[in-house]
């Protein structure tokens, strides 16, 4: 057990008023997530989760039951665990590098909408990673000002 509660780390918790999560791999460059950790760190509608171990944490959730009515209920797995305080509403933004993708099942934990943004390579140089934070800073942007348009706020 203690491996799978391994698998997934808030880097900022979701508030009640969340309503994007940002969903990467751990193995982004630390430059990166700290990046995006600061830019977001005064948002309450942003929270961010860095998962460490996708595999681990698949199997767990697909042991316990992989349908929203399966996990909604019993929270068995490390993931319904995770992204139960995540309002249902809100979207998860799964960050994806390279050409496999390895989070986008989370969506299907609770049945929360997902959104992808597909960076590709990882950037080598500090600009170019600059440009990719940026790349997912403005889905983030986005998806948070639709959240706020449906509940009226503006």
Do not use: N
């Amino acid at each position: 057990m203690h491996a799978i509660s391994q698998s997934a780390v808030w880097i900022k918790e979701p508030s009640a008023e969340a309503g994007v999560v940002i969903v990467t791999s751990a193995a982004l460059p630390k430059y990166m997530i700290d990046k995006l950790h600061v830019a977001i760190d005064d948002w309450d509608q942003v929270a961010y989760l860095a998962v460490q171990q996708s595999e681990a944490l698949m199997v767990d959730w697909l042991r316990g039951g992989s349908g929203p009515e399966q996990s909604a209920g019993a929270d068995a797995c490390y993931a319904s665990q995770l992204l139960r305080a995540v309002s249902h509403g809100s979207f998860l933004l799964d960050v994806e590098v390279g050409t496999v993708p390895g989070l986008t099942w989370l969506g299907s934990v609770h049945g929360h909408p997902l959104r992808v943004v597909e960076l590709g390579a990882i950037a080598t140089s500090t600009a170019a990673m600059d440009q990719q934070v940026e790349q997912v800073l403005s889905a983030t942007r986005s998806l948070a000002k639709s959240v706020l348009q449906a509940h009226g706020v503006i």
